[in-house]
Nanobody
Framework: EVQLVESGGGLVQAGGSLRLSCAAS????????IGWFRQAPGKEREGVSC????????KYADSVKGRFTISSDNAKNTVYLQMYSLKPEDTAVYYC??????????????WGQGTQVTVSS
């Protein structure tokens, strides 16, 4: 079965860095897209970044562009989100989601359990 498992969250001071991982299993990794989303308390879920793992094309929300980098290690079926210059407003539960539609970053067919990122002032 399809599974997505996030890891790498934690508590970090403003200006610090974290690297999140999304390990995928149960499908042919190279043919899909993986997106990162986040949800802060009292706020709606928002898209952060996405990568089409076959061609490595990427997308970023304006709020994180220039600070976050998404990448994939297809041999490990893993997508990473490297986060630099973290701000308190980045505090949220971060989720990864798989798009199995074969058309890039359009759908969210499967979700991971989430990993908490907390950035202190």
């Amino acid at each position: 079965e399809v599974q997505l498992v996030e890891s790498g969250g934690g508590l970090v001071q403003a200006g610090g860095s974290l690297r999140l991982s999304c390990a995928a299993s149960g499908f042919t990794f190279d043919d899909y897209a993986i997106g990162w989303f986040r949800q802060a308390p009292g706020k709606e879920r928002e898209g952060v970044s996405c990568i089409s793992v076959s061609d490595r094309s990427t997308k970023y929300a304006d709020s994180v562009k220039g600070r976050f980098t998404i990448s994939s290690d297809n041999a490990k079926n893993t997508v990473y989100l490297q986060m630099y210059s973290l701000k308190p407003e980045d505090t949220a539960v971060y989720y990864c989601a798989a798009d199995l539609g074969g058309e890039g970053c359009v759908r969210t067919d499967y979700w991971g359990q989430g990993t908490q990122v907390t950035v202190s002032s």
